[in-house]
């Protein structure tokens, strides 16, 4: 049993090492103790820590070793007085004291908190390794007469190391140290020839001579960069000449570390790329000027040949450029005719691994000879009650390039936002804050049409700062609640006018077109938040219809909101169905206030609160009447009501509140809940 429990730790110490060239031995001692943690026989404390520089007590030393070499649990009584059953060590001690490993101290004690002395711990390993006594190893150092036989054999075995005085404490490092030392002897271990990369994920180990086994634990794998790569598979050959072990990714085209039973072997890992480049967009950008774009970065040296692009009709191709990235190639077109198509033919373009694409002669464009640039019109400019302004061009404009920030300037402003509208002709922009009674000049520049003509610099847009602007509102999100309930978020406070106005159209589920003929809406704010509507559905007479399904994706459109942004959908949104229902409200709680006054308090919010709609009485006695609820107002929306009794409730005295049907939730739809089935919903309450 002991030898097993030995070849397995010293597989352990194999593992997620780092391996430097000259082997394992190299290990700090910290590293050797979180091997011998993960195996479960040493420990370290709540905060993580290992403690190398603490003492060891003898009963951790003897939870060590029972670990450590699976010995039996022992049914005998106590041995020792001061380890009775009940204490966490006593399997442990038990057990060492009956493999005669560890001995009391006299007075059948065993002193489980009394510190492991290192003369102690030589002593215990040689016992535990079975090894014959060196009486005439001569060494340096404090160690009492009983103990200098072990002492000696300890340091000629290379398990502890020389020191002054041997009676001092061994601290938690020592023991890792020792145990440690005693078995990276370890004498079967694989006969290397070599070791080779195969694949980022395959590496074989080529043995000297034969073996019958291939434990996966004796393998550890890690990069030059000190990362671990785990081991998935350990396969002996039919032969068992060689082992093929499965990794996850290495790193490619680097140097890796392979432990073997405790030797490290460097291979260089391959590289995996095989795949070809491909163009995957080929798009215009100026007049006559065009980008491809490739699945990978590719070889600048083969990217910018000519003699890998052609077109059709004579059209000359110049000026290519590979951009930083190296995934796109720009260049530029001779004078072309107009709806005339080209087709282009690219090959023998190259990614960085070799990779060479495969020729494509099926890209194409439309010829076109617009050489007008596009003009903005001063009459369209103007700056609007957000303070937004609008650019409006002559034609249609590059919407990628039109919406960069950086074609607008403004003295004394920042461009904050540009966008284009959906015909391609109008731009949006909005600035920082602009001051009252100022005169911006906005100036325009770079923006091309859609041929690839660049506009003039324009500049003397003049407009007056608006420094208290309508500030515009965003939707942020939908959400659905419930089944029929969804809330719907703003980037900034909206008015009560607002959440009054606000309409909902449902417009798509799972891309089918929605009908909400005879839908009706409750919309209220969401409690502590100006941001947040939350809305609730009915259909005809059904007040809690299902109507967002789970698994469901709709898209709904919010309207009704000043300032609300809709240009491009924004104000539209999708959002999930889902499986929570919509309950009817209850009461949930209560609350003694005084002798006289209790408040009860909702699940939701609710209406139509009233007093005939509650009843007390003392449990199991006599009806006690309400005089009034302090809200005395039944269109009002409320989470709780405080209810004024007629008489005073008797101190200690268990009362019982029960409901009659009336209030609604704060649409109106759905009365309250005041049954469990057949049972009246009550709440329980002591008077005071």
Same mark, same amino acid.
């Given at each position: 049993?002991?030898?097993?429990?030995?070849?397995?730790?010293?597989?352990?110490?194999?593992?997620?090492?780092?391996?430097?060239?000259?082997?394992?031995?190299?290990?700090?001692? /910290? /590293?050797?103790?979180?091997?011998?943690?993960?195996?479960?026989?040493?420990?370290?404390?709540?905060?993580?820590?290992?403690?190398?520089?603490?003492?060891?007590?003898?009963?951790?030393?003897?939870?060590?070793?029972?670990?450590? *070499?699976?010995?039996?649990?022992?049914?005998?009584?106590?041995?020792?007085?001061?380890? +009775? $059953?009940?204490? =966490?060590?006593?399997?442990?001690?038990?057990?060492?004291?009956?493999?005669?490993?560890?001995?009391?101290?006299?007075?059948?004690?065993? /002193?489980?908190?009394?510190?492991?002395?290192? !003369?102690?711990?030589?002593?215990?390993?040689?016992?535990?390794?079975?090894?014959?006594?060196?009486?005439?190893?001569?060494?340096?150092?404090?160690?009492?007469?009983?103990?200098?036989?072990?002492?000696?054999?300890?340091?000629?075995?290379? =398990?502890?190391?020389?020191?002054?005085?041997?009676?001092?404490?061994?601290?938690?490092?020592?023991?890792?140290?020792?145990?440690?030392?005693?078995?990276?002897?370890?004498?079967?271990?694989?006969?290397?020839?070599?070791?080779?990369?195969?694949?980022?994920?395959?590496?074989?180990?080529?043995?000297?001579?034969?073996?019958?086994?291939?434990?996966?634990?004796?393998?550890? *794998?890690?990069?030059?960069?000190?990362?671990?790569?785990?081991?998935?598979?350990?396969?002996?050959?039919?032969?068992?000449?060689?082992?093929?072990?499965?990794?996850? %990714?290495?790193? !490619?085209?680097?140097?890796?570390?392979?432990?073997?039973?405790?030797?490290? =072997?460097?291979?260089?890992?391959?590289?995996?790329?095989?795949?070809?480049?491909?163009?995957?967009?080929?798009?215009?950008?100026?007049?006559?000027?065009?980008?491809?774009?490739?699945?990978?970065?590719? #070889?600048?040296?083969?990217?910018?040949?000519?003699?890998?692009?052609?077109?059709?009709?004579?059209?000359? +191709?110049?000026?290519?450029?590979?951009?930083?990235?190296?995934?796109?190639?720009?260049?530029?077109?001779?004078?072309?005719?107009?709806?005339?198509?080209?087709?282009?033919?690219?090959?023998?373009?190259?990614?960085?691994?070799?990779?060479?694409?495969?020729?494509?002669?099926?890209?194409?464009?439309?010829?076109?000879?617009?050489?007008?640039?596009?003009?903005?019109?001063?009459?369209?400019?103007?700056?609007?009650?957000?303070?937004?302004?609008?650019?409006?061009?002559?034609?249609?404009?590059?919407?990628?390039?039109?919406?960069?920030?950086?074609?607008?300037?403004?003295?004394?402003?920042?461009?904050?936002?540009?966008?284009?509208?959906?015909?391609?002709?109008?731009?949006?922009?909005?600035?920082?804050?602009?001051?009252?009674?100022?005169?911006?000049?906005?100036?325009?520049?770079?923006?091309?049409?859609?041929?690839?003509?660049?506009?003039?610099?324009?500049?003397?847009?003049?407009?007056?700062?608006?420094?208290?602007?309508?500030?515009?509102?965003?939707?942020?999100?939908?959400?659905?609640?419930?089944?029929?309930?969804?809330?719907?978020?703003?980037?900034?406070?909206?008015?009560?006018?607002?959440?009054?106005?606000?309409?909902?159209?449902?417009?798509?589920?799972?891309?089918?077109?929605?009908?909400?003929?005879?839908?009706?809406?409750?919309?209220?704010?969401?409690?502590?938040?100006?941001?947040?509507?939350?809305?609730?559905?009915?259909?005809?007479?059904?007040?809690?219809?299902?109507?967002?399904?789970?698994?469901?994706?709709?898209?709904?459109?919010?309207?009704?909101?000043?300032?609300?942004?809709?240009?491009?959908?924004? %104000?539209?949104?999708?959002?999930?169905?889902?499986?929570?229902?919509? #309950?009817?409200?209850?009461?949930?709680?209560?609350?003694?206030?005084?002798?006289?006054?209790?408040?009860?308090?909702?699940?939701?919010?609710?209406?139509?609160?009233?007093?005939?709609?509650?009843?007390?009485?003392?449990?199991?006695?006599?009806?006690?009447?309400?005089?009034?609820? /302090?809200?005395?107002?039944?269109?009002?929306?409320?989470?709780?009501?405080?209810? $004024?009794?007629?008489?005073?409730?008797?101190?200690?005295?268990?009362? #019982?509140?029960?409901?009659?049907?009336?209030?609604?939730?704060?649409?109106?739809? %759905?009365? =309250?809940?005041?049954?469990?089935?057949? #049972?009246?919903?009550?709440?329980?309450?002591?008077?005071?």
């Amino acid at each position: 049993m002991r030898k097993i429990a030995l070849a397995l730790l010293a597989l352990s110490l194999l593992l997620g090492l780092a391996i430097p060239a000259v082997g394992a031995a190299a290990l700090t001692t /910290e /590293e050797k103790f979180q091997v011998l943690k993960r195996q479960g026989i040493m420990t370290g404390f709540e905060d993580g820590s290992s403690r190398l520089n603490e003492s060891m007590s003898r009963e951790q030393f003897a939870s060590v070793l029972y670990k450590l *070499l699976e010995l039996p649990r022992s049914n005998s009584t106590p041995g020792f007085v001061d380890v +009775l $059953k009940t204490r =966490w060590s006593f399997a442990a001690v038990q057990a060492v004291r009956s493999a005669g490993i560890m001995i009391g101290k006299g007075g059948n004690r065993f /002193e489980p908190k009394a510190p492991v002395k290192v !003369e102690e711990l030589a002593t215990v390993l040689v016992k535990v390794n079975n090894v014959p006594a060196s009486p005439n190893v001569g060494f340096v150092g404090k160690a009492s007469a009983w103990a200098k036989v072990a002492v000696g054999t300890a340091l000629s075995q290379g =398990w502890i190391t020389p020191r002054n005085d041997y009676t001092v404490n061994a601290t938690r490092g020592v023991l890792v140290e020792a145990v440690y030392a005693v078995y990276t002897g370890w004498d079967s271990a694989l006969d290397v020839k070599s070791v080779e990369g195969l694949n980022v994920q395959t590496v074989r180990v080529n043995l000297k001579t034969k073996t019958d086994s291939a434990d996966i634990g004796r393998f550890s *794998l890690r990069d030059d960069l000190g990362n671990v790569v785990p081991i998935i598979l350990a396969t002996l050959s039919g032969d068992g000449m060689s082992v093929l072990l499965t990794t996850s %990714n290495q790193l !490619e085209n680097r140097k890796h570390y392979l432990a073997i039973d405790g030797k490290a =072997w460097d291979f260089s890992s391959t590289r995996s790329d095989l795949a070809k480049p491909t163009i995957t967009g080929f798009d215009r950008v100026t007049a006559r000027s065009y980008i491809l774009t490739f699945s990978e970065q590719v #070889e600048s040296k083969t990217a910018t040949n000519p003699a890998n692009y052609s077109f059709s009709g004579n059209l000359k +191709l110049t000026n290519l450029q590979l951009s930083s990235d190296k995934r796109q190639v720009t260049f530029s077109t001779s004078n072309q005719s107009d709806n005339t198509k080209y087709w282009l033919t690219v090959k023998n373009v190259k990614d960085l691994a070799g990779n060479v694409m495969d020729t494509r002669s099926d890209l194409s464009i439309i010829g076109n000879d617009d050489a007008v640039k596009p003009t903005i019109i001063d009459s369209e400019f103007k700056v609007n009650a957000d303070a937004s302004l609008t650019v409006k061009f002559s034609e249609k404009v590059n919407r990628d390039i039109a919406v960069q920030t950086g074609r607008y300037s403004i003295g004394g402003l920042a461009i904050v936002s540009a966008s284009l509208d959906n015909e391609g002709r109008t731009v949006t922009l909005r600035t920082s804050a602009q001051q009252d009674k100022t005169v911006y000049n906005l100036t325009v520049s770079g923006i091309p049409d859609q041929a690839g003509n660049v506009m003039d610099s324009k500049s003397g847009l003049l407009f007056g700062g608006i420094s208290n602007p309508i500030l515009p509102v965003k939707l942020q999100s939908i959400a659905a609640v419930n089944e029929n309930t969804i809330e719907i978020t703003f980037d900034r406070d909206i008015k009560d006018s607002d959440v009054g106005s606000l309409s909902v159209t449902i417009l798509k589920d799972n891309g089918a077109n929605v009908s909400m003929s005879g839908w009706s809406k409750y919309a209220v704010r969401k409690p502590g938040t100006n941001r947040v509507v939350a809305v609730q559905f009915r259909t005809g007479t059904d007040p809690n219809p299902g109507l967002f399904h789970p698994g469901h994706v709709y898209t709904a459109r919010v309207n009704g909101v000043s300032s609300l942004i809709s240009q491009d959908g924004a %104000n539209e949104s999708a959002f999930a169905g889902t499986i929570v229902a919509n #309950e009817a409200p209850y009461a949930n709680q209560v609350i003694v206030l005084s002798r006289t006054t209790i408040k009860v308090v909702f699940s939701e919010p609710v209406k139509n609160v009233n007093e005939p709609f509650f009843v007390i009485k003392e449990q199991g006695g006599d009806a006690v009447g309400i005089s009034r609820d /302090e809200l005395n107002n039944t269109g009002a929306v409320v989470t709780e009501v405080t209810l $004024k009794l007629s008489k005073d409730m008797k101190p200690g005295q268990v009362y #019982e509140l029960t409901f009659k049907p009336g209030i609604t939730d704060a649409a109106g739809y %759905n009365g =309250w809940k005041t049954k469990n089935g057949n #049972e009246d919903i009550s709440l329980l309450f002591t008077g005071v």
